[in-house]
């Protein structure tokens, strides 16, 4: 069964930090282009970094670079997004998701894991 | 504001057909493939449409996609009550580095 699943969500103070992981199963994830999409309560999607099947490619949004980091272990099927100085506009519900013939169409999504932000 | 534009919401009546439009620009939608996709309440987001008009596996053709310059529709037919969802359309954008953009989303009630 192809699958994602997040973890590492959680209540942070603003200013400090938080990893959140990506596990995957049931398909090659060392073959798939990778991005973790966030949203906000009552809000819209809004994509936050992106990162090639390797690796060596990786993208940002505006609002998170230089702040958060996402990385990937092929060897254990996972993706990774490290995230400090945290503020309280980066409380959302954050998602991986795959990215089917990596031109941004992703075909799975994990159920999400809520990060909020609040002293 | 959201770099794609889709209007807030939508509705029509069962068995009816109603489109949801998304308008970029030429360094997002008129020069990348668009993709389209449904949230459920309290469900992650599914793929409905990808490369401007293709249906992944298990999706029905109820569901249609196309595109023309800078916009692109999603177009639904024979609406039932269980479509009624969030809508979004995204793509890539190249204007000054390379980065995802979706549409602020449109809500579908079905009446």
């Known amino acids: 069964q192809v699958q994602l699943v997040e973890s590492g969500g959680g209540l942070v103070k603003p200013g400090g930090s938080l990893r959140l992981s990506c596990a995957a199963s049931?398909?090659?994830?060392?073959?798939?282009?990778m991005s973790w999409i966030r949203q906000a309560p009552g809000k819209g999607l809004e994509w936050v970094s992106y990162i090639s099947s390797s690796g060596s490619t990786i993208y940002y949004a505006d609002s998170v670079k230089g702040r958060f980091t996402i990385s990937r272990d092929n060897a254990k099927n996972s993706l990774y997004l490290q995230m400090n100085s945290l503020r309280a506009e980066d409380t959302a519900v954050y998602y991986c998701?795959?990215?089917?013939?990596?031109?941004?169409?992703?075909?799975?999504w994990g159920q999400g894991t809520m990060v909020t932000v609040s002293s | 504001q959201s770099v794609l534009t889709q209007p807030p919401s939508v509705s029509a009546a069962p068995g009816q057909k109603v489109t949801i439009s998304c308008s970029g620009s030429?360094?997002?939608?008129?020069?990348?493939?668009v993709s389209w996709y449904q949230q459920l309440p309290g469900t992650a987001p599914k793929l409905l449409i990808y490369?401007?008009?293709k249906r992944p596996s298990g999706i029905p053709d109820r569901f249609s996609g196309s595109k023309s310059g800078t916009s692109a529709t999603l177009g639904i037919t024979g609406l039932q009550t269980g479509d009624e969802a969030d809508y979004y359309c995204?793509?890539?954008?190249?204007?000054?580095?390379?980065?995802?953009?979706f549409g602020g989303g449109t809500k579908l009630t079905v009446l």
């Open positions: 049931g398909f090659t994830f060392s073959d798939y282009y």
């Open positions: 030429s360094s997002n939608i008129g020069n990348n493939y």
């Open positions: 998701a795959r990215d089917y013939i990596a031109v941004a169409a992703f075909d799975i």
């Open positions: 490369d401007n008009n």
């Open positions: 995204g793509t890539w954008d190249s204007s000054l580095s390379a980065h995802v953009v």
